[in-house]
Nanobody, 129 residues
C-alpha cells in the first residue's frame, strides 16, 4: 500500500527558503511517477513539479527557477526545495504518486491532480512579508 507522509511545514519570511520532504513507501519507484502540489487559501490545487520514473523532472512555468524536485531512492524520500519565497507561496503542500501504465514512458510525469490516486496529508507553508 502506498504511503506518503509530508514534513517540513514552517513559517518563513519573504525571500527565505524551505525544503519539504515526503516519506514514500509501499511501492517500487521505477514503476511510479510523483509530484508536488499546493493549494492556497483561495485557490485550487496546483501542480508545482513532477518527477518521472527515470528521474526526468517537469516544473510549472510560474515557479521555474525557484523550485527543485528530487527523489532520494535510498532514503525513500521525495523533496521539494523552494527558494525566494513570497506570500503567494502560502498554502498546503501535498505530495502524490501514481503507478504508471505499461503504455506510459518512463520519462513522462504529470502535474495534473486528476492523474494521481495516492496523496499525503499535506504540510503547511506560511510566508510573511
Amino acid at each position: 500500500q502506498v504511503q506518503l507522509v509530508e514534513s517540513g511545514a514552517g513559517s518563513v519570511q519573504s525571500g527565505g527558503s524551505l525544503r519539504l520532504a515526503c516519506a514514500a513507501s509501499g511501492f517500487t519507484y521505477r514503476d511510479y511517477y510523483m509530484a508536488w502540489f499546493r493549494q492556497g487559501p483561495q485557490s485550487g490545487r496546483e501542480g508545482i513539479a513532477c518527477i518521472a520514473a527515470d528521474g526526468t523532472t517537469n516544473y510549472a512555468d510560474s515557479l521555474q527557477g525557484r523550485v527543485s524536485i528530487s527523489l532520494d531512492r535510498v532514503e525513500k524520500t521525495l523533496y521539494l526545495q523552494i527558494d525566494n519565497l513570497t506570500p503567494g507561496d502560502t498554502g498546503m503542500y501535498y505530495c502524490a504518486a501514481r503507478r504508471r501504465s505499461p503504455y506510459t514512458s518512463s520519462w513522462w510525469c504529470s502535474r495534473s491532480s486528476a492523474d494521481f490516486d495516492a496523496w499525503g496529508q499535506g504540510t503547511q507553508v506560511t510566508v510573511s512579508s
